[in-house]
């Protein structure tokens, strides 16, 4: 079969990556692609906004299945663009989708569906917003209703700090995305990603996984998209596991079928584990990146088998196998990273990496006379398997520590949680 894979990040250069190894694949496109996916794949410079080129691209090339990685596309309506012009895609309608693109939609989900999450409240003025976070006080979660890139989120420590992240959302700092804020209670606990396959009814458990959104070791300093990730996450016990398919997920399937916006794809469930048991925090409505990249090297399944059954309706008779194995990602960033990331400069070393037995996802690179350069924010993705976290963590910086580019930067203590676990086990 010929897919085209949307995207050009991390998470899209790993899932080009196992859909290349598919018996099934005849094509791989990707658009727009990167250095990394271009090894997999041809990529094509299409214009993804460009909902009519896509079409008329899969139309020329006889496109069997289209993959959509990141949120933004979904979010504008592509699925439904392609599915009206009769292909195959894995990913949500426009409708779907509004779990990742409307925290308030979600909310007012779980209200409706009694899903577990924080007490909240939707506001379209500041006034009015700020007299419910004095009246409850702090700590306290002030959030932009829209897809605000991972920064639309404050965790208030004082009711002073609530109250300036409200203001700086109505005063636009999060563009349309911060017209409409919610207001949530602060839930304690540790966190854990949970990922579904989804087909519109069925949902299929799909590996559970653990990232690091601070920049800095020791989780301090500003929010990334993700500095590093790993699979699985022990937090997430089979009853865990259980318990948010039967409390949060289903409930979710139910409740988009009951508006006529049936969910397929990848459901993401951001989870706190309090002490009452797991919490939504957030959902997104695509794979996490780095997250995939850890979930593609444990994956024992043919990818497309999946893909195709989710596209098609068909999860209820399909299952995924999985390594026993973790697997370890370390995001290596442009110095500046997540302010103005410094572009250009050249990276060496990846094949030697590689060597290690390495997997080195790009994430933000371009090609350049010849010459790989950093162009983004995050840009490799280092990723390594082990018999244990604290192994799989020592294989990904002994290939970390191969690569020759002084203007990078990663954390060194990706996996800490989960190796101290080990320590004490
Ligand atoms: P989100 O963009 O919704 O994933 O939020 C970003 C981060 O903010 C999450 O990963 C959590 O660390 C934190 N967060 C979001 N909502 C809450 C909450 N209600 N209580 C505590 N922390 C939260
Ligand atoms: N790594 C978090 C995300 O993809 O949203």
Redesign the pocket.
Known sequence: MNVLLIGSGGREHALAWKIAASPMLTKLYAAPGNPGIAQEAECMALDILDHAAIVAFCRDKKIDLVVVGPEAPLVAGIADDLRAAAFRVFGPSKAAAQLEGS?GFTKDLCARQNIPT?AYRRFTDAESAKAYVRGEGAPI?V?ADGLAA?K??T?AMTVEEALAAIDACFDGAFGGAGAEVVV?????GE?ASFFCLCDGKTALPFGTAQDH?RVGDGDTGP?TGGMGAYSPAPVMTPELVERTMKEIVEPTMRGMAEIGAPFSGVLFT?L?ITKDGPQL??FNTRFGDPECQVLMMRLKEDILVLLNAAADGQLAHVSARWRDEPALTVVMAAKGYPGTPQKGSVIRGLDEAAATGAEIFHAGTALRDGELVANGGRVLNVTAMGKTVAEAQANAYAAVDKIGWPEGFCRRDIGWRAVEREAKA
Request: charged share 35%; net charge negative.
């Open positions: 925290k924080g979660v959030k991972g639309g989120v965790v949530e209670a602060f839930l304690d966190e959104k929010n951001g706190m925090i957030e």
